[in-house]
């Protein structure tokens, strides 16, 4: 939480800055957009460090693409939704979590008799990358959605614009 709440902080009020010493809404998406995606680059190096942290301390090895495609998709939703934009993030949020229940119940549905090819995907991919490629991959192409979301809706200044209840802090 912490990280997540630093690098989020550190947008919100680089990005305010910005648009206070902005001579246009163009600079301002120019300038704003670089921020954004240095916040999201940091909190993943952090979550990245830490992931290796606790894996150290708990002598096991962490999942870094499943748990860092998480963490950067729960940045990027709480970023969206601190600014008021709360429909993409509940969409892709959902997508990605009825991706992995699909997953899951594919290959249940494989143990039906004459359905053994409904699970063929899921256990291919397994059984090539280790069962964290299913959250990772789900959550990884939302995070990615979210991110390319965020980069045309929070590079706006009406996002950081001040304004009753609205655009508070993550």
Same mark, same amino acid.
């Given at each position: 939480m912490a990280p997540a709440t630093w690098c989020a902080h550190l947008f919100i009020a680089g990005a305010r800055?910005?648009?206070?010493? /902005?001579?246009?809404?163009? $600079?301002f998406a /120019? /300038?704003?957009?670089?921020?954004?995606l240095g916040s999201v680059l940091l909190?993943?190096?952090?979550l990245?460090?830490?992931l290796a942290l606790a894996g150290s301390l708990l002598d096991q090895d962490a999942d870094y693409a499943a748990a860092g495609a998480l963490g950067v998709?729960?940045?990027?939703?709480?970023?969206?939704?601190?600014?008021?934009?709360?429909?993409?993030?509940?969409v892709v949020l959902g997508a990605a979590a009825a991706? $992995?229940?699909?997953?899951?119940?594919?290959?249940?549905?494989?143990?039906?008799?004459?359905?053994?090819?409904l699970g063929t995907p899921v256990e291919a991919a397994v059984d090539a990358a280790g069962a964290g490629v299913v959250p990772a991959t789900a959550c990884a192409v939302a995070a990615l959605?979210?991110?390319?979301h965020a980069t045309r809706t929070l590079?706006?200044? /009406?996002?950081?614009?001040?304004t009753d209840g609205a655009g508070g802090t993550p």
């Open positions: 800055r910005r648009l206070a010493t /902005s001579r246009g809404l163009a $600079e /120019s /300038s704003a957009r670089p921020l954004l909190f993943a190096l952090a990245t460090v830490l998709l729960l940045l990027l939703a709480r970023l969206l939704t601190a600014h008021g934009r709360t429909h993409a993030p509940t991706a $992995e229940a699909l997953a899951v119940a594919l290959v249940f549905a494989a143990r039906l008799p004459g359905c053994d090819v959605a979210l991110l390319v590079t706006r200044a /009406s996002a950081h614009a001040h």
